[in-house]
């Protein structure tokens, strides 16, 4: 697989299966990374699955300077609301956040419009959370329950913040909802 991948640099298939031999069978993360980062330059930015499976990986492993390399390198200056351009903002508002990094995280997500979309919506709570703005994350959240009826991850983060600010008879409420 190792040999085909070299002899066929833009075989995405091979190698996210190569990719997750190096890190799942071999424990080899960088190894894993180092490949996927190959075939983002090889055709890989073209196709959102490849793009996608590099960002998971390269969150799992909290390569965030690789995600922020990576949005640097591809996404434009002025922001074009692409599939594409979204998936890598959106990277790199995680990475971001994990950093610590709030203020470039929110420029990810106000610019790309990601909070439209229910992840999107979740980190901007999250990182007001963080913030101490906690009334101000729990309005975010409940002012999207009609956008996103029935979304569990919503009314269990909900659930969360009521619980972890007191308020058990509304946590209660959404964990049963």
Do not use: C
Not at 115 to 143: F, V
């Amino acid at each position: 697989l190792r040999l085909g991948v070299t002899r066929s640099p833009g075989n995405l298939e091979g190698r996210m299966v190569l990719a997750e031999i190096y890190d799942i069978a071999l424990d080899r993360s960088d190894i894993a990374a180092d490949i996927m980062l190959r075939g983002i330059e090889n055709g890989g930015i073209e196709d959102l699955d490849f793009i996608k499976a590099t960002l998971r990986l390269l969150l799992r492993y909290q390569m965030d300077e690789e995600i922020q390399e990576l949005a640097d390198t591809h996404l434009p200056a002025e922001p074009e609301l692409t599939d594409r351009n979204r998936t890598l903002a959106f990277g790199a508002a995680n990475a971001s956040y994990l950093r610590g990094n709030y203020d470039r995280a929110e420029d990810y997500l106000m610019s790309y419009q990601l909070g439209e979309s229910l992840e999107g919506l979740i980190l901007s709570a999250q990182i007001s959370w963080d913030r101490g703005n906690k009334y101000s994350a729990i309005n975010k959240l409940e002012s999207s329950m009609q956008r996103f009826p029935n979304s569990e991850i919503l009314l269990m983060r909900l659930s969360r913040y009521y619980r972890e600010i007191g308020d058990i008879d509304t946590a209660r409420r959404y964990a049963i909802l």
